[in-house]
Nanobody, 111 residues
Framework: VQLVESGGGLVQPGGSLRLSCAVF????????IGWYRQAPGKQREGVSC????????YYSESVEGRFTISRDIAKNTVYLQMNSLKPEDTGAYYC?????WGQGTQVTVSS
């Protein structure tokens, strides 16, 4: 199983980014997939998760109402749409399923 994140970058506060997690070796509709982030000097934290049926999602309190998780079964990819970004959203973002991690994609929110 391999997960490949992309879509990170430098964005100004209030801006948006869409992260992608391409999954290989496992169907995205077979297991729950989550997004996590790790800010410098801090522990990795869960941000969002989507279940295998895509009928249940989770968001941490810090991103609720600003981030949206979704998936495309045909592309076997999970997305994280991030709006109204804040400097405290800065960090490396990772996707995870069944204990497999991607390499991460860096998000920096700064003016």
């Amino acid at each position: 199983v391999q997960l490949v994140e992309s879509g990170g970058g430098l964005v100004q506060p209030g801006g948006s980014l869409r992260l992608s997690c391409a999954v290989f070796g496992l169907r995205v509709d077979s297991y729950a997939i989550g997004w996590y982030r790790q800010a410098p000097g801090k522990q990795r934290e869960g941000v969002s998760c989507i279940n295998s049926s895509a009928n249940d999602t989770y968001y941490s309190e810090s991103v609720e109402g600003r981030f949206t998780i979704s998936r495309d079964i045909a592309k076997n990819t999970v997305y994280l749409q991030m709006n109204s970004l804040k400097p405290e959203d800065t960090g490396a973002y990772y996707c995870n399923t069944r204990g497999f991690w991607g390499q991460g994609t860096q998000v920096t929110v700064s003016s």
